[in-house]
């Protein structure tokens, strides 16, 4: 329920209710973004997205309490000359619309490109010509990989938090060759950023940039041959979902020896919502948001999850829960991976106070309660039917 308190910003002024322009709403982060925004605040939300799937429940019924503060657009923002009009009816356009499955990086880059920077520039255009507030959407893979991957294996330096540490306005992008096409992505979330940061400097556009890492939660990707295509490569957390779901081994990319940082989203989506109700503490910023106390290789990822799916679910691990694939099989040519990546947190610290709370086993937890409620049943029923030759 909406409180019916007049809400105030960090620095005790009233919020006025705001109309938002979400683009990607439809989406793992969008769905999340949109639940709280309608649940806690008395803000409107436009939501754009091809899909709407994961949104299906706020928009109906229409005795919900919110009712009438959700209009679900069906566009496809590459080509829709509605786009301007609903930017200019917001006062804040949040942009979430990517292509962000690295299995898509190496062997779709061009569409991977276009996503990222060519369909998001109407966006920041838009936004900037009409004097309306952008956040736009990066990633965490914008830095690319640590100074200290290139030091010897066995370097003391590699201790040296300024040799991994990633800081908004310190850190460079280092990034694989062009072969690598992996970074495609990262290369194009680089070059939007850097145009929204000029249309700031240069005229004047109130933006802030978000940098997640790894936020994980229910509605994240989907679920092969239940929810998305059979063949369809998620992100890790939905993989190994899918592999614990079907009592199948996880895979582990080149030995799962890549680290990585988790956060839960709803503790990632409470510091979005600080930043859409203090533009005075947001505007100009770029943040990292992620949980620097949650870090883990993929390998202890996979052990985790096979531990807290056992408790869920009531069935024993599999005897061998995990199995090696090189990155060539899983993923195919030009894939290239960030060997580590944790947030520095003094700048979201300084400027909203936002601390994530969540440790990595509780939003397991709940993460995968979430997956086995929603897919086993589909997936039982699913495997035992027999297969067509
Ligand atoms: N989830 C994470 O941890 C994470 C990490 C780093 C960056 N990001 C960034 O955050 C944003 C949202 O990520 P997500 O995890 O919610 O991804 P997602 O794929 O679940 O959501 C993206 C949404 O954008 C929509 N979309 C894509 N192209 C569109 C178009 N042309 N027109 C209209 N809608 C379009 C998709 O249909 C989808 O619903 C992306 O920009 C992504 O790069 C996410
Ligand atoms: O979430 C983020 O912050 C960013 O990182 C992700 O990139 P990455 O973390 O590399 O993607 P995942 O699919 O989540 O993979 C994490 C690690 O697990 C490995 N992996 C993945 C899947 C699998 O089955 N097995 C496996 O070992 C990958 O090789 C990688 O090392 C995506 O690029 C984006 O969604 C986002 O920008």
Known sequence: MASSTVRVDLDGKPINQLTICMIGAGGFIGSHLCEKILNETQHKI?????????????????????????????????????????????????????????????????????????DALPVVKYCSEN?????????????????????????????????????????????????????????????????????????????TIVRPFNWIGPRMDFIPGVDGPSEGVPRVLACFSNALLRREPLKLVDGGESQRTFVYIKDAIEAVLLMIENPSRANGHIFNVGNPNNE????????????????????????????????????????????????????????LGWNPKTSLWDLLDSTLTYQHKTYAEAIKKMMSQPTTS
Not at 106 to 116: A, E, G
Not at 164 to 191: H, T, V
């Open 46 to 118: 436009l939501a754009l997205d091809v899909y709407n799937d994961k949104i299906k429940h706020l928009l109906e019924p229409d005795s919900l309490s919110w009712a009438g503060r959700i209009q679900f657009h069906r566009i496809n923002i590459k080509h829709d000359s509605r786009l301007e009009g609903l930017i200019k009816m917001s006062d804040l356009t949040i942009n979430l619309a990517a292509i962000c499955t690295p299995a898509d990086y190496n062997t779709r880059p061009l569409d991977t490109i276009y996503s990222n920077f060519v």
């Open 131 to 207: 004097g309306k507030r952008l956040i736009h959407f990066s990633t965490c893979e914008v830095y690319g990989k640590t100074i200290g991957s290139f030091l010897p294996k066995d370097s003391p330096l590699r201790q040296d938090p300024a040799y991994y540490m990633l800081k908004e306005d310190a850190s460079p992008c280092i990034f694989g060759s062009i072969e690598k096409q992996r970074w495609s992505y990262a290369c194009a979330k680089q070059l939007i950023e850097r145009l929204v940061y000029a249309e700031g400097a240069e005229n004047g556009l109130e933006f």
């Open 296 to 351: 883990v290789t993929v390998r202890q990822l996979a052990e985790m999850m096979t531990a807290v799916y056992a408790n869920v679910s009531g069935e024993p691990a599999l005897e061998k829960p995990t199995v090696d694939v090189s990155s060539k099989e899983f993923y195919g040519e030009g894939y290239d991976d960030s060997d580590k990546r944790i947030p520095d947190m003094t700048i979201i610290n300084r400027q």
